[in-house]
């Protein structure tokens, strides 16, 4: 029988860090609201900071409630402007507003941002302040800013706490597969990336790092499958749209 390809030059995807509206976390990008509620949202909080900038006070409570929904900086860190959103988040902070939410974002921003010292700083305001809601995530977030940084043991043993903290935790448990991976963990790291996928169909990572596992170890069908499900979820993900490829030509040959 014809030796199977080699496999594409791809890597394991690492789930993206999380900011935290108010009191509840949005965690997949594409639960987010549609764009035209995002901008109704965008001019909420203008005109929020418009109507009432002499009035501190009045200006944080109201931005409290508004941050439960579509804050103007979370929006920002999704479209990839950390500083920018890093400015609305300070400004929130001027305002009043301490939350472990917003100590979680500033973190994030000062993350991606490279400001690393920050970024530890502020998560750990956000670990003292959170509530078993929020707890999980920011651990989860600890654990992102530890692979930035490079230190593998404090991401490991973040994403477990994460997992510990909420069973269902599905960006943690894609994570840790990628980690248990690297430790040369294939049993682990298929588990950790089937409960993911089990547990969050709507994210890509968990469907893309088993589909490249799978392809790896010889079981083409099952990598197919999950490659198409993650291209359903995340059609412009390059690196799935290799590995398809690969294993299209691959089945063309057979």
């Keep these: 029988p014809p030796s199977p390809p080699p496999p594409p030059k791809t890597s394991m995807e690492i789930a993206r860090g999380l900011p ?57 860190f999704y479209s990839d402007q950390p500083e920018l959103a890093l400015r609305f988040y300070r400004r929130l902070l001027q305002m009043g507003v301490s939350t472990p939410e917003l100590w979680n974002n500033l973190g994030l921003c000062c993350f991606y941002a490279s400001q690393y010292d920050m970024a530890l700083s502020c998560l750990d305001r956000a670990l003292s302040l959170a509530s078993d809601n929020s707890m999980a995530d920011v651990w989860y977030n600890v654990g992102q800013v530890a692979i930035g940084i490079g230190d593998l043991g404090l991401a490991y043993q973040a994403f477990k706490i994460a997992v510990s903290l909420d069973a ?22 298929q588990a950790n990336f089937t409960l993911a996928q089990q547990i969050a169909p709507f994210l890509f990572q968990p469907f893309f790092n088993g589909a490249l596992l799978a392809y790896k170890l010889g079981n083409f069908q099952d990598a197919f499958a999950m490659a198409e499900h993650s291209s359903d979820v995340n059609p412009d993900h390059s690196d799935t749209k290799e590995l398809i490829k690969a294993l299209t030509r691959h089945f063309q040959v057979l």
């Design 20 to 76: 935290l509206p108010e009191r509840y976390a949005v965690r997949p990008r594409e639960r987010f609201a549609p764009p035209s509620r995002d901008a109704l949202w965008r001019h909420v909080y203008y005109a929020v900071l418009t109507q009432y900038k002499n009035h501190q006070t009045r200006c944080a409570t109201i931005m409290r409630t508004w941050g439960r929904t579509v804050p103007d900086g979370h929006l920002a």
């Design 168 to 189: 269902n935790h599905a960006e943690s448990y894609c994570n840790l597969g990628v980690l248990e991976l690297r430790k040369r963990n294939v049993e682990a790291a």
